[in-house]
Structure formats: C-alpha cells, structure tokens
C-alpha cells in the first residue's frame, strides 16, 4: 500500500510571528471592582490594545493613566533587534548614603556596534519622591527614573505610531475613554511622577534631563557639605545665581530642597 503522509498544519511566517492580542486582557483585572475601578480597568484594556503593550505596563494613578516600567521594557524588548538596540545601562552619578540625600543616575542606551544612542539622567530625594513607602529606596527610583526617561527618548515615537495604527479597531466608547489620555500617555512614565493624589500629581516638578545637568555640581557639593560653613558657601552662589535667573523655577525648588534637607541633617550631626 502506498504510504499517505500525514496531514499537517501549514504555518505561514505571518501567523507564527503574530503578535499578542490585549482584547481579552479583562480576564487579568480585578474582580467586584467598584464603578471607579471598572472604568481605569476598561481604560486600562483600551490602552493596551491602542499602544500594543500588556496591561500590567499600564498603572492610573491619581486618575491619569501612565506608562510604568515594565511597560517601557515591553516595547523596548520587542524592538531592539529590528532597531538595532543592544542593552541599556545605569550608572550612578551621586548614591544617596541617608535619607536626606540625592541620589542621581545616569542611563545610556547602546546599539550593537556599542556606540551611545540615547542617554537620561533621574534624581530622587525626599522632596521628589512623594510616596512615603519608597523615601528609603532614593538609589533604585533614581536609577529606575533614569532609565524611562532615556527609554522614552527612543520608544516615544514607536508608542505613538502604534497608536496610530490601531486606534482604528478600538470601540467607539473605547476611544472616547482614553481621548484626553491617549495625547499624555507616555510622555512621562507613572515612577517620575511619583505622586500619590491629584493635588500631588499636578504640583509635581520634575527636571529635564538639560535642567538636571546643569544644576547637578551644586546637588553634589550640597551633598558633600561636611559642615555650616561648606554648606553656606555653596548656598550663597545658588542665591547668587537666582538673582540673575540663572536657574529655571524647577531648579530653584529642587536646589531649596536639597539644601534644607542637607541643613537638617547637620544640625542633627554631633
């Protein structure tokens, strides 16, 4: 008898290189959620599906849903090889050793040849970082901000592209939920904002990476101040540069607020 090949399956390169669905992302929320819970979780649905990233890459916070870090190492990982992205790396500037610290890191992103392409820099203090559960951990938020914003730096534009390819297949209550959500949504990821209410969120200032570069040298000598006198003499250049709007209104609060931060702690030390 002549031998009959088995039936198989032909599987097509489109089909096995096809990409998760979020659509049915609803089966990971949370179940007997409240009104307010079941609406962020639909925003949270129709976020996933429109920029193509899982909704664990997704937290509302204070009503506005952000980018997290997991989300932005979701699409960095799914592009790096066709980009041509290597790995990023963080490095500290300045490690905070106590809590009244700064704490700065610098991230850098690389391509295969292992030349830089993108860089960011994050800081975290006490008058920075508003969710009191993590004041402690000043070296990881510094570090996990400068990433995001150096990972932003490139995949900004993929986001956005993204949304614009698939907005088409949301609902039509779907894309009116995250109309106004959509234009800010990854502009800053939900771990540089650091809030913890609407009030916060909206007084929330957070440096570019340009301001945070320019203003680093005094975070450092602050820092650094062994004494009074250290610490006065540093004070006296900043006030010097206020006066002659060398620095941005951003840069005068987080100067202010490290140099009380650091004065406290030298007042307390014997």
């Given at each position: 008898?002549?031998?009959?090949?088995?039936?198989?399956?032909?599987?097509?390169?489109?089909?096995?290189?096809?990409?998760?669905?979020?659509?049915?992302?609803?089966?990971?929320?949370?179940?007997?959620?409240?009104?307010?819970?079941?609406?962020?979780?639909?925003?949270?649905?129709?976020?996933?599906?429109?920029?193509?990233?899982?909704?664990?890459?997704?937290?509302?916070?204070?009503?506005?849903?952000?980018?997290?870090?997991?989300?932005?190492?979701?699409?960095?990982?799914?592009?790096?090889?066709?980009?041509?992205?290597?790995?990023?790396?963080?490095k500290p500037v300045e490690l905070a050793k106590q809590a009244g610290d700064t704490a700065i890191f610098e991230t850098r992103l690389f391509n295969k040849e292992g030349q830089?392409?993108?860089?960011?820099?994050?800081?975290?203090?006490?008058?920075?970082?508003?969710?009191?559960?993590?004041?402690?951990?000043?070296?990881?938020?510094?570090?996990?901000?400068?990433?995001n914003r150096c990972l932003r730096k490139v995949l900004s534009p993929i986001l956005y592209q993204t949304f614009i390819d698939k907005v088409s297949v949301l609902k039509k209550?779907?894309?009116?939920?995250?109309?106004?959500?959509?234009?800010?949504?990854?502009?800053?990821?939900?771990?540089?904002?650091?809030?913890?209410?609407?009030?916060?969120?909206?007084?929330?200032?957070?440096?570019?990476?340009?301001?945070?570069?320019?203003?680093?040298?005094?975070?450092?000598?602050?820092?650094?101040?062994?004494?009074?006198?250290a610490l006065e003499s540093v004070g006296e250049r900043i006030k010097t540069g206020i006066k002659v709007k060398r620095f941005s209104e951003n840069q005068v609060a987080v100067?202010?607020?490290?140099?009380?931060?650091?004065?406290?702690?030298?007042?307390?030390?014997?």
């Open positions: 008898m002549p031998n009959k090949k088995a039936k198989t399956k032909k599987v097509t390169v489109q089909e096995s290189a096809k990409k998760p669905s979020w659509k049915d992302a609803g089966i990971l929320m949370k179940k007997g959620a409240t009104p307010k819970e079941q609406q962020e979780q639909q925003m949270i649905i129709a976020l996933s599906i429109a920029f193509d990233i899982p909704p664990q890459g997704i937290t509302i916070l204070a009503d506005n849903p952000y980018i997290n870090k997991q989300g932005l190492e979701f699409v960095f990982h799914r592009h790096k090889e066709d980009r041509g992205w290597s790995h990023f790396l963080a830089k392409i993108a860089n960011g820099f994050g800081t975290a203090n006490a008058g920075n970082i508003k969710m009191g559960t993590i004041k402690v951990f000043l070296n990881e938020m510094a570090e996990t901000r400068s990433q209550e779907q894309r009116s939920l995250i109309a106004e959500a959509s234009a800010k949504f990854g502009s800053v990821s939900v771990e540089e904002v650091g809030a913890t209410s609407d009030s916060e969120v909206k007084a929330e200032k957070l440096l570019t990476e340009a301001e945070m570069k320019d203003i680093a040298k005094f975070l450092q000598e602050m820092n650094k101040a062994k004494d009074k006198k100067l202010k607020e490290v140099w009380t931060s650091v004065a406290q702690k030298l007042a307390f030390k014997k």
